[in-house]
Nanobody, 123 residues
Framework: VQLQASGGGSVQAGGSLRLSCAAS????????MGWFRQAPGKGREFVAT????????YYSDSVKGRFTISRDNARNTVYLQMHSLQPEDTAVYFC?????????????????WGQGTKLTVSS
């Protein structure tokens, strides 16, 4: 079981980027998915989560209104569309698959983790 995150890179403040997370198995269609991030020298931070159908989403206050999580179960892929990026968004972004069908901001509720993709936002 693998999750492959991609799409990171370097952007200027105010820019946009979309991260993707491809699951190796279609069984992830039954799992809520989430994005977390870890900035240099800091702990893991919740970013967004989406239910197994995509009908329910939840965001951290720091990204609400700027980021959008979505999923395409036919492609076994979850996305994180990011707008109005700021230097404080600089981090390694991880996608994760939850134990259950509905998401959570608690990283311990996630079973499978991708390898991370790095985002750098310059001012």
């Amino acid at each position: 079981v693998q999750l492959q995150a991609s799409g990171g890179g370097s952007v200027q403040a105010g820019g946009s980027l979309r991260l993707s997370c491809a699951a190796s198995k279609p069984t992830f269609r039954n799992n809520a998915m989430g994005w977390f991030r870890q900035a240099p020298g800091k702990g893991r931070e919740f970013v967004a989560t989406i239910s197994y159908t995509g009908g329910s989403t939840y965001y951290s206050d720091s990204v609400k209104g700027r980021f959008t999580i979505s999923r395409d179960n036919a492609r076994n892929t979850v996305y994180l569309q990011m707008h109005s990026l700021q230097p404080e968004d600089t981090a390694v972004y991880f996608c994760a698959a939850s134990y259950g069908s509905y998401g959570s901001s608690d990283y311990t509720r996630f079973k499978y983790w991708g390898q991370g993709t790095k985002l750098t936002v310059s001012s």
